[in-house]
């Protein structure tokens, strides 16, 4: 059974998906649920995620306070920003170049996540090779800050947490 469903809840929530999508209980929907959950949980089989090793789970409430407080001061901030423009000259929007020492699958997915979720951030690329990340800034006003930001405020914590 496990070699055919092996993501049991992942295969029930794309089957009842499917049914919510298509507002219909019938025979051919419930086959057609059924097979794309079959479909999707051996395509997630095959992927072969990484396993997570969570270190110190202590660490995380207090991470994701500073995440929804960021979100909250960054949304005021960019209203501010749409909202009162000041001189064009006075604000520009660019790119910077972050090294990061986190190679954590898991803990740069999570840094990807909080980086683009918080308005006015925009985490564009990452260079595996070298381990850097291109972050689009709104209000770019110091490169240098930008990157103690992302690495002391975010990378520091996540690699306690997943490293």
């Known amino acids: 059974m496990k070699r055919w469903f092996p993501y049991p809840l992942i295969g029930l929530g794309l089957a009842l998906l ?7 209980v019938s ?8 097979a794309l959950a079959l479909a999707g949980c051996g ?13 110190r789970l202590g660490s995380v409430p207090g991470l994701l306070r500073d995440v929804v407080v960021e979100v909250f001061r960054s949304n005021n901030a960019v209203a501010r920003i749409i909202l009162r423009p000041s001189r064009e000259d006075a604000r520009r929007s660019g790119f910077v170049r972050v090294p990061l020492d986190m190679r954590s699958p898991h803990g ?3 840094l990807a996540c909080i980086l683009t979720a918080t308005p006015g951030t925009v985490w564009v ?7 850097t990340m291109l972050l689009h ?4 006003i110091d490169e240098d800050a930008w990157v103690r930001i992302v690495k ?3 990378e ?3 690699m306690e947490i997943f490293e």
């Open 18 to 24: 499917w049914l919510l999508l298509t507002e219909s």
């Open 27 to 34: 025979t051919a929907a419930f086959l057609l649920a059924t």
């Open 43 to 55: 395509t997630l089989l095959r992927l072969r995620f990484p396993k997570a090793r969570l270190r």
């Open 108 to 110: 740069l997915a999570a």
């Open 125 to 131: 690329d990452y260079d595996s090779t070298d381990g």
């Open 137 to 140: 800034v709104l209000d770019l």
């Open 152 to 154: 002391d405020r975010w």
């Open 156 to 158: 520091r914590r996540l």
